[in-house]
């Protein structure tokens, strides 16, 4: 799940009663309190998984990609 929208509607229609996300929030803990404040840009999730092969080495749960990207914005 990565927009506000098809949550709040799958939620609203009755379709489900709740939602699960769990990389979004991975990348964006805060993710909710963006949606809250009117942000409603999906989340910045890309669902690549890597986000989980650091926690199989025992260096915890982190996004990897998230972290590329600013390595590659410092270099340049």
Sequence with gaps: MRFFEIAEKIILEGTADYISMSRPFIREPD???????GDRQKAKCISDN????????GKGVYCVTQEREAERKTAL
């Design 31 to 37: 993710l909710i309190k963006r949606w809250q404040s």
């Design 50 to 57: 890597l986000c989980f092969n650091p926690g199989f080495e």
